[in-house]
């Protein structure tokens, strides 16, 4: 049984580590399904970024927080009875996706709701038969998890026509309402503080002297967002270099990850001081190739996921083995908060607009936990219900 992270006093930092490097890196778009890039041509390493430095570790300090108190929604619509909630998973093998549809079960079962999950199986036609599976169920209320609402536009505008509130998770880039698509409202954390703050971990444990990696999968308008926002986070330290931009689906990482992973050790070698992915699973993927070359599992390279906190991901931390970090989704809470956003929308309520806020979870401040789950929530979400 996972043991779930609570919020308790007491933070330590991340432990410091200076990487001296040599690298000067070109670095291109990486949009097209699959790409990858990056050089790895030597010149003298800069010296790092004092000033960017500096605000990047008391912005870590900040995060490593986790006596955080709930300060989500206090007051709401008493529960509607009799809904029925269809949960479209982008793939349940991606672990955020998959957390959150067990926070929503659960919530579900506190509300009296049914939830049914249709998984897409992380390809274009399974998620669109998915979600016309999903319409025409005709339940009350549809989620879009973890993928973008515009691959599957003539569902959603099935949904919309026949008054079906939809409510995505991590669907477009933003939290809140959407109008195009029409959502009633879109729960993740802020996706610029997610990737500053990942890209800020860097720089701190660092000591801004890194060549960083980042792991994406351009084919999600989300996650390419987030890691083109890391990069650009990155490029405020001048010792920074960034020496790949790797795209790789989700649905590929398996195996591809690996092989890129080995790719890489090869040309950087030493260089390759950090990685930051735009979801933890891509470090489990890579945790063979490490081996195979005979890195320590306490770094280098030092592993941060810019999401999503999956028990896997606070395993691998815990033990040291080729995970340094994760910024988690509260996957939980946000399951609780899908179930009340609908609630909302089935009496006529708008959105709460709560938008949880950041964590850095490392071996120094999980307490072996293997969940990011902040208290307070479930105690404000039954109080709301219940009045």
């Known amino acids: 049984m996972h043991r779930n992270l609570k919020a308790t006093p007491g933070t330590r930092k ?14 291109l778009a990486g949009c097209e399904r699959g790409s990858s890039s990056g050089q790895g041509d030597s010149t003298t390493a800069p010296s790092g970024c ?18 955080v108190p709930w300060n989500g929604p206090a007051s709401g619509p008493r529960a509607v009875s009799g809904k029925s909630i269809v949960y479209v998973a982008q793939t349940m ?20 709701w049914n939830v049914r999950v249709i998984d897409g199986g992380g390809t274009p036609a399974g998620i669109q038969a998915a979600m016309s599976e999903a319409v025409t169920l005709r339940p009350s209320g549809i989620v879009i998890g973890g993928f973008d609402p515009d691959s599957t536009s003539q569902q959603v505008a099935r949904a919309n026509t026949a008054r079906i509130p939809l409510i995505g998770w991590h669907a477009v880039a933003s939290p809140g309402p959407s109008r195009r698509p029409q959502l009633f409202t879109n729960v993740t954390t802020n996706v610029q503080d997610v990737a500053r703050v990942s890209a800020q971990w860097v720089i701190s444990q660092s000591n801004g002297n890194a060549g960083v990696v980042i792991f994406t999968d351009a084919s999600i308008p989300f996650a390419r967002n987030k890691s083109e926002l ?14 790949a931009y790797e795209n790789i689906p989700i649905p590929d990482a398996g195996s591809r990850t690996p092989r890129e992973v080995s790719s890489l050790l090869s040309r950087f070698q030493d260089r390759w001081t950090h ?17 195979a070359a005979d890195r320590k599992g306490s770094g280098p390279p ?35 908060q899908i179930i009340d956003e609908f ?10 607009g709560y938008v949880a806020p950041i964590h850095v979870s490392t071996a120094g401040n999980t307490d072996g936990a293997t969940t990011w789950d902040p208290s307070g929530y479930q105690e404000a979400y039954r109080k709301i219900w219940d009045r």
């Open 302 to 336: 030092f592993n941060i996921g810019a999401g999503d906190g999956d028990p896997s991901a606070f395993q691998r931390i815990n033990s040291a083995q080729y995970q340094a970090a994760t910024v988690p989704e509260p996957l939980s809470l946000q399951g609780w």
């Open 343 to 352: 609630n909302r929308a089935f009496s006529g309520r708008p959105a709460s």
């Open 93 to 112: 093998t991606n672990p955020g996706v998959a957390g959150t549809a067990n926070g929503l079960r659960n919530a579900a079962r506190v509300i009296g």
């Open 50 to 67: 004092p000033a960017v430095h500096a605000r990047a570790q008391a912005a870590v300090s900040q995060a490593e927080q986790t006596d």
């Open 275 to 291: 990685s930051i992915a735009i979801n933890d699973l891509y470090f489990a993927d890579a945790a063979p190739a490490f081996r």
């Open 14 to 27: 991340a432990r410091a580590a200076a990487a001296a490097l040599v690298a000067a890196a070109t670095v």
């Open 230 to 243: 890391i990069r650009k986070e990155l490029a405020t330290c001048s010792g920074v270099k960034l020496l």
